[in-house]
């Protein structure tokens, strides 16, 4: 960690001890990432980590989490005007503290962060999609401003890195819907949109006797293959970084991609299992990443 203040120093060390503690896909502020990122990338991750819990808190009315959430968005406002002189007293204005201190020191976007806790605000409320474009105004804001800021703190700031991010980003969530497939019935939520659902004749009665039929199994992989597209669209930000931050987002690529298989090999107990990387996925995506191929190649 550089030569911060105590603090300062003790600000990020809350974002980081955030990140180790929850189980994510792919690791947050990794080893493969430049050591001068993690501490951002972590305060990045923490302050979306509060913000997906407040929103996610089943227990509270919708009205009162997004009442949390506008303030956990003032908080943070707050915090970028302001220079962290005393230790914060709780967890949460440590990670506004820290955040406060990314955004002023890479001339992060507010918006971006806004964005984010838009998406949530809009979990307390909506279960059901219509269709993809409103699955994909979703993402939009759930996941793609995190590779943006990413982006930005490693120093680019190119409209086709964006766009590509983007796609790689909306991937990943999108896999994660369906790798969560199971958990988020059981929640009340179901990511398929329903034009998926009607043209695969996927009906939600079908889903309450446990198990996935025929219909769901389509559609699930009608889900998936749309997914691969979006993949496909995010392989240009794996090229077009450097360094470290390249092998980063291969490997994220790379993973993200292995759970979609598997979430199509398992379609049919998805309801029972949730699909994830192990260590014996790492020779395979070792393997792969040694053969990755460019996209000018």
């Keep these: 960690m550089p030569n911060w203040p105590e603090?300062?120093?003790?600000?990020?060390?809350a974002c980081e001890a955030l990140a180790r503690s929850h189980?994510?896909?792919f690791p947050v502020a990794s080893r493969l990432l430049p050591v001068a990122m993690r501490p951002h990338v972590a305060a990045v991750y923490a302050f979306a980590r509060v913000a997906d819990d407040i929103a996610d808190e089943g227990a509270a009315p919708p009205a009162d989490r997004r009442a949390r959430l506008k303030a956990w968005q003032n908080r943070l406002h707050r915090a970028v005007a302001e220079q962290v002189e005393r230790p914060p007293a709780h967890r949460d204005e440590l990670i506004a503290a820290a955040l406060g201190h990314s955004i002023r020191s890479f001339g992060l976007p507010l918006s971006l962060f806004d964005d984010l806790l838009s998406a949530f605000d809009q979990d307390t409320m909506t279960t059901r999609y219509a269709s993809w474009p409103d699955v994909l105004d979703y993402c939009r804001r759930s996941a793609n401003p995190v590779g943006r800021l990413v982006l930005r703190i490693a120093g680019y700031r190119d409209e086709a890195l964006d766009r590509s991010s983007d796609a790689l980003c909306t991937a990943l969530q999108l896999t994660n819907f369906w790798q969560d497939f199971g958990r988020d019935w059981r929640a009340g939520r179901l990511y398929v949109p329903r034009e998926v659902q009607d043209a695969c004749g996927a009906d939600e009665s079908l889903l309450a006797a446990g198990r996935i039929t025929d219909p769901w199994a389509r559609a699930l992989e009608c889900?998936?293959?749309?997914?691969?597209?979006?993949?496909?669209?995010?392989?240009a930000v794996c090229d077009g970084v450097r360094g470290r931050l390249r092998a980063e987002l291969r490997f994220t690529w790379l993973g993200g991609m292995r759970i979609l298989e598997?979430?199509?090999q398992d379609r049919f107990i998805a309801l029972e299992r949730r699909p994830?990387?192990?260590?014996?996925?790492?020779?395979?995506?070792?393997w792969r990443a040694a053969r990755w191929r460019g996209a000018r190649s």
């Design 276 to 286: 994830t990387l192990g260590f014996a996925d790492a020779p395979l995506l070792v």
């Design 23 to 25: 189980y994510e896909n």
């Design 223 to 235: 889900s998936a293959a749309f997914t691969r597209e979006r993949f496909a669209a995010g392989r």
């Design 7 to 13: 603090p300062l120093a003790r600000a990020y060390g």
């Design 262 to 264: 598997r979430v199509e």
